[in-house]
């Protein structure tokens, strides 16, 4: 049997997207502990997980890239904020190591200190990243600019420019940090913000086509096992069993990122429309300024599953989870970036033929009701869309973390 211990970000996103394979895992019989954010913990002990929260500091540093006002301070001040819980994320995965005496480790990628300390460690890792993958490969446009699959030698042309000064860009932003953290480590500096990748024994993506670019050329070491949806078990709201039209689900960010303007274009664009609209807003909820109207209902948060059963479409910031659920769930979305993974997100939407992109700065009532008016029309495409994915994801995760286990016991 072997002890795995699961450390997190504190990001509800990159908590919920490890619990179907480490809930597999364990019914393998094998021991599993969460290192996470401590609001997820009752929604993981209610799965049967065990599991503690992070050092109270990493929590304290907030994560501020929704302030900026160009795409590149968001970049900078998003990446800063992160690094900055690194000096208390490494030494808390140090303690959780000491306390759990674990025989492999799976880390989440934003937890950039733990990452560090799990290379020291000496143990088996994996890094586990709840998002599509950045590395360079065959036919892959630069990441995080939202291109399209380079067609023809033009495109190429284009993607030799362009691969160099987004890895610079990142590297300016990453690299002063993080190497920083390294060298506390006793670890070599890095010199490309990709070279992280190659640090592990094994890289956990995520995510799969058709949201991923298919890829003739991965490394040997990095998987894409597919998404894997879960939802904390809760009760379906009464109103969802009401008879009437379809639901359209407007959903803003879990991790707050000043999304707002979605919601409420969403409720002017949608008020009147042939569907009734839930509009979930999390951490916005306070500061939208938006009340239930007409065939608009606002609530803070109810649980994606039983809503995407009776959807129409949903409407996103772009986030990972909404988007890896409606995608599964064969819902055509609209995708409205604002920063972050965002805008690369939005674009594999479009290119897999899941829904419509709308970037944030061209985001209107108007515009919106026209964009879930074309998502509704690809409904027979998103469903057909629904056999192209992994369909077991979390026996593919758990597959991948036991041929960790299996390698190291050989090695040692």
């Not at 072997?2 to 179907?20: C, D, E, K, N």
């Not at 086509?209 to 879960?230: C, I, K, M, N, T």
């Not at 057909?384 to 016991?409: I, K, T």
């Amino acid at each position: 049997m072997a002890r795995i211990l699961a450390y997190t970000s504190p990001a509800i996103g990159h908590v919920f997207a490890l619990v179907p394979g480490l809930l597999e895992l364990q019914r393998r019989g094998h021991s599993v502990h969460v290192r996470t954010l401590p609001a997820a913990i009752p929604h993981l002990a209610s799965a049967g997980l065990e599991a503690s929260p992070v050092d109270p500091r990493v929590l304290d540093v907030e994560v501020t890239d929704y302030r900026a006002r160009s795409n590149k301070d968001r970049l900078v001040s998003g990446l800063s904020d992160v690094m900055q819980r690194a000096g208390y994320d490494g030494p808390d995965l140090d303690s959780a190591i000491a306390e759990h005496h674990p025989d492999l480790l799976v880390v989440d990628a934003n937890a950039y200190g733990a990452l560090t300390r799990a290379e020291v460690s000496g143990l088996p890792w994996a890094l586990a990243l709840p998002s599509l993958l950045p590395l360079r490969g065959r036919g892959i446009p630069p990441y995080s600019l939202g291109l399209p699959p380079a067609r023809g030698p033009l495109g190429r042309i284009r993607d030799a420019i362009l691969w160099p000064l987004v890895e610079r860009a990142y590297g300016k932003a990453m690299l002063p940090g993080l190497n920083r953290v390294r060298r506390d480590s006793g670890l070599a500096d890095l010199h490309s913000p990709l070279d992280l990748y190659d640090r592990p024994n094994l890289v956990l993506g995520l995510t799969g086509e058709p949201l991923e670019y298919h890829r003739s050329d991965l490394p040997a070491h990095v998987r894409l096992v597919g998404f894997q949806p879960w939802d904390p078990p809760a009760e379906t709201p009464a109103y969802l069993d009401e008879p009437g039209a379809d639901w359209v689900l407007v959903s803003c960010s879990t991790d707050y990122q000043g999304d707002e303007s979605l919601a409420q274009a969403a409720a002017v664009g949608l008020r009147g429309e042939p569907y009734r609209v839930l509009i979930t807003l999390a951490d916005a909820f306070e500061g939208a300024g938006l009340v239930s109207a007409d065939n608009i209902v606002v609530t803070r948060f109810v649980p994606h599953a039983p809503v995407l059963q009776r959807a129409a479409a949903v409407v996103t910031h772009s986030g990972m989870g909404i988007v890896g659920k409606a995608t599964r769930a064969g819902v055509p979305i609209v995708a409205v970036p604002y920063g972050r993974d965002q805008p690369e997100i939005a674009r594999r939407v479009s290119e897999a033929g899941a829904g419509v992109r709308l970037p944030a700065a061209e985001l209107t009532p108007e515009r919106l009701r026209s964009a879930v008016r074309q998502a509704v029309a690809l409904r027979p495409r998103t469903a057909a869309a629904v056999d192209q994915q992994p369909q077991h994801p979390e026996q593919s995760f758990a597959d991948a973390v036991l041929e960790l286990s299996r390698s190291a016991r050989v090695t040692s």
